[in-house]
């Protein structure tokens, strides 16, 4: 069974729960996701494998997740970015948001995410059961793509590109 931690909206911890138990009822709790780009200034984007609980076969940054309790945030950003593309490289936290969303599994996030960025130029070695496919994207085509095909992409990542 995998655990969350709760939040309160200005960020301080009020416990744990469940993740699941979590999605179902929608309570606010800590997550991140991770903007890696290239040296050219291109953003990694993953394809989230169908098979996961909410989002499947949508398009999103690099990765995405929730730490563990006791577990540094920019830790469980690094441990996620190995275990769903196989690399590592430093991070940096550049803003953190709330958000709500309501899926049609009936599942809904309610995070508040903390946004990491970093560069990184060699091999990605994807986790089939995470990542469906991958791709470098230049921003101008990436925001082109979003006005064009909104549904294509997750709603949390939509959020994300509309304050770059």
Not at 114 to 126: K, N, R
């Amino acid at each position: 069974m995998e655990f969350v931690i709760l939040v309160d909206e200005q960020d301080r911890e009020i416990g744990e729960a469940e993740k699941m138990q979590t999605h179902k009822l929608g309570l606010l709790h800590r997550a991140f996701s991770v903007l890696i780009y290239n040296t050219k200034g291109e953003m990694l984007l993953q394809q989230r494998a169908e098979t996961k609980y909410h989002s499947g076969g949508l398009w999103s940054n690099a990765c995405c997740g929730h730490p563990r309790p006791g577990e540094k945030i920019e830790d469980a950003a690094r441990r996620r970015l190995k275990e769903e593309l196989g690399f590592n490289c430093s991070l940096k936290f550049s803003f953190k948001f709330i958000y709500k969303a309501s899926f049609e599994n009936s599942l809904k996030e309610h995070e508040l995410d903390h946004v990491f960025t970093g560069i990184y130029d060699s091999e990605v070695l994807p986790d089939k059961n995470e990542v469906q496919a991958y791709r470098w994207v230049t921003m101008e085509n990436l925001k082109n793509e979003i006005i064009e095909n909104h549904s294509s992409f997750s709603v949390w990542f939509q959020k994300i590109i509309a304050v770059l």
